[in-house]
């Protein structure tokens, strides 16, 4: 019997959606708090500024989640038998590792567009907030994804919703732009176009799962 049909696919999606259930509110308490609480940024009216605000977030961001990962497999690379990548010797916590960094990246190519497409947007320091609150708890998801990962691989389902926040303010900003552009239609356009594409997606991978 293959590895795959030992697993039991209903009980893990129903962990993992418990778990994503239970950080989703603190996520969205933290974005909030982050976005009342934190000062204004000085000189948003000029865009140049806001780029420059938000690209720094994206080098914190980087440093801290991307570069943690490239560290973490490194060391384990110099020091245990991994040292050679062709021997086959990776440990479950080196693999793991070599997942997070992989997903980190992906989640990367997502997150930089959409910090830096609100900060251009944003009319105020006031509305620049949100640029810190994004950054801040995208990160601090990450590091529930790494955790939780080493801990149980459902477990890693809450550090999604990471992705999920970066989505959503790559999404507005998108629509934001189509309606200065075009109005409604340059607004739901690239939406409905990506729903379609979404909607595909799910079908298939629900058919793989019947199959």
């Not at 990450?142 to 939780?148: D, Q």
Request: aromatic fraction near 12%; charged fraction near 15%.
């Amino acid at each position: 019997m293959a590895a795959d049909d030992k697993i039991d696919l209903a009980a893990t999606r129903r962990r993992m959606l418990a778990a994503t259930i239970a950080v989703l509110p603190l996520a969205a308490l933290a974005w909030l708090a982050l976005y009342f609480w934190t000062p204004p940024v000085p000189g948003s009216e000029d865009p140049v500024n806001r780029f420059g605000f938000a690209l720094s977030w994206v080098c914190i961001a980087v440093l801290l989640t991307l570069v943690s990962g490239i560290e973490a497999v490194a060391h384990e690379r110099l020091f245990t038998p991994a040292i050679d990548p062709l021997a086959g010797r990776e440990s479950r916590r080196l693999r793991i590792n070599l997942r997070y960094l992989q997903n980190t990246l992906e989640q990367i190519a997502v997150f930089v567009p959409a910090l830096l497409l609100l900060a251009w947007q944003a009319g105020d320091g006031f509305e620049m907030r949100a640029v810190t609150a994004t950054a801040i708890v995208w990160m601090a998801l990450r590091f529930v994804f790494w955790i939780g990962y080493h801990r149980a691989p459902e477990l890693r389902a809450p550090g999604l919703v990471g992705f999920a926040l970066a989505m959503i303010v790559l999404i507005a900003g998108i629509a934001r732009f189509g309606y200065q552009y075009a109005g409604w239609p340059g607004a739901l356009a690239p939406l409905l176009i990506f729903g379609a594409i979404e909607a595909y997606l799910v079908w298939i991978s629900l058919r793989a799962g019947r199959g």
